[in-house]
């Protein structure tokens, strides 16, 4: 059995607030997936919860998009907002190639979601509609995707203002977390899930689509913890119907290493969680009568 000098995350499981938010997305995600329609058609609450996700991540990153609007546009490099929802189009379609790689290699993980965010043409992503909004035309210089940032390169991520770590201390704490995910954790999925997330905000460690990043890095995490295993439970849509003023607070509780603040973040990406189970559930219901 591991201890918490061994395995830090589980030590965040104790802290205020933890505890209720990791039982109450339990509970969640467990009515989700008895859902009735789950059990016949998961691939298309799966599919509905990718589109979903992708919406409420670009929303984030400030491109609000109506739903129906992300899912009728085929083109996506007409301008920034566009590229942005085309980006976190991808990497929903993206994630779910790359679970099996997340507990061996996370780097290479993360790598492989900024070279798709950035639709770099080396990185196979090419076509139309969600496979069409990178290379040349998605404002990434071709020599800075798929890699943390240099000393000098700037980084675009205008929703978060908190000062960037040097790429140094990028490099360490990205080393740190890997060996973290590899050695794996007695804590709670949600709490793993969380503290990837966080970091990834926190550490900005490429020159753009870094939000996207972490969002997309965050549901892999739920996803290959066992805890969502269907990918059903969209964060992505509870973090955007939480508001943006509510993420960035949640957020600098984070920064501040406080166990307040740090079990405060925990608990908002349990909220979103929630929020992202009630999504699929109104799908199912919708799909039960019908209507979708």
């Known amino acids: 059995m591991s201890t918490h000098a061994s395995d830090p995350l589980a030590a965040l499981g104790s802290l205020p607030g933890v505890a209720d938010a990791v039982d109450s997305v339990r509970k969640a995600v467990d009515q ?7 059990r016949r058609r998961s691939n298309e609450i799966s599919s509905e919860a990718a589109l979903r996700g992708a919406r409420g991540s670009a929303a984030l990153s400030g491109a609000d998009w109506a739903l129906e609007e992300v899912r009728r546009r085929t083109d996506f490099g007409a301008d920034p907002e566009a590229r942005t929802v085309g980006a976190a189009l991808r990497l929903g379609a993206e994630a779910g190639q790359l679970l099996s790689i997340w507990r061996q290699s996370p780097l290479r993980v993360l790598a492989r979601l900024h070279l798709v965010a950035a639709g770099d043409p080396g990185s196979g992503v090419t076509g139309s509609g969600a496979h069409e909004s990178g290379g040349s035309g998605s404002g990434v210089p071709g020599d800075s995707v798929g890699r943390p940032r240099l000393d000098g390169e700037t980084v675009d991520e205008p929703l978060v203002t908190a000062p960037l770590p040097s790429p140094a201390e990028v490099a360490g704490r990205l080393e740190g977390l890997a060996e973290l995910i590899v050695a794996g954790s007695e804590a709670p999925a949600l709490v793993t899930a969380a503290v990837v997330h966080g970091e990834l905000l926190a550490l900005r460690p490429f ?7 972490a969002r997309a890095a965050e549901r892999i995490a739920l996803v290959g913890s066992g805890l969502d295993p269907k990918a059903v439970c969209p964060a992505e849509v509870g973090h955007a119907e939480q508001g943006r003023a509510a993420y960035l607070a949640a957020f ?16 908002h990406c349990g909220r979103a969680v929630e929020l992202g189970v009630r999504e699929s559930t109104a799908v199912c219901e919708a799909l039960q009568r019908g209507a979708a």
């Not at 989700?32 to 789950?38: A, D, K, N, P, S």
């Open 32 to 38: 989700v997936y008895g859902h009735r329609v789950m």
């Open 207 to 213: 020159t753009s689509y870094n939000g996207l990043v």
């Open 252 to 267: 600098e509780g984070y920064l501040s290493g406080t166990p307040e603040g740090v079990g405060g973040w925990i608990a």
